[in-house]
């Protein structure tokens, strides 16, 4: 059985940081796709970043290039997702997904999911 779990999110000030953590049992992060959606309230849930484990270059959204960094420690099952220069906008449920079937981006082409970690970002 895969389970994803998240933790890491909190409160921060615009300007910030945070580092969210996924762990990963019941599937090896180093031969899948491992990605990071997240979603606001009324929006559509969005692909932020992904990497698959045996590398290659993390795929990331404009709107988090140059901010955000993803990662992972393959030996512990743990996907990373640092946060930098946090911005209001970037207020949302974050969600670790695995299991990707098509394009990183498209959120209903993961098969798993975590029950995400919730970022809000005060200006």
């Known amino acids: 059985q895969v389970q994803l779990a998240e933790s890491g999110g909190g409160s921060v000030q615009a300007g910030g940081s945070l580092r969210l953590s996924c762990l990963a049992s019941g599937i090896n992060t180093r031969g899948n796709w491992m990605a990071w959606f997240r979603q606001a309230p009324g929006k559509e849930r969005e692909g932020v970043a992904a990497?698959?484990?045996?590398?290659?270059?993390?795929k990331y959204s404009d709107s988090v290039k140059g901010r955000f960094t993803l990662s992972q420690d393959n030996a512990k099952n743990l996907v990373y997702l640092q946060m930098n220069t946090l911005k209001p906008e970037d207020t949302a449920m974050y969600y670790c997904?695995?299991?990707?079937?098509?394009?990183?981006?498209?959120?209903?082409?993961?098969?798993?999911w975590g029950q995400g970690t919730q970022v809000t970002v005060s200006s």
């Open positions: 997904a695995a299991g990707l079937t098509g394009a990183w981006y498209n959120p209903s082409d993961y098969e798993y």
């Open positions: 990497l698959f484990g045996l590398g290659g270059s993390p």
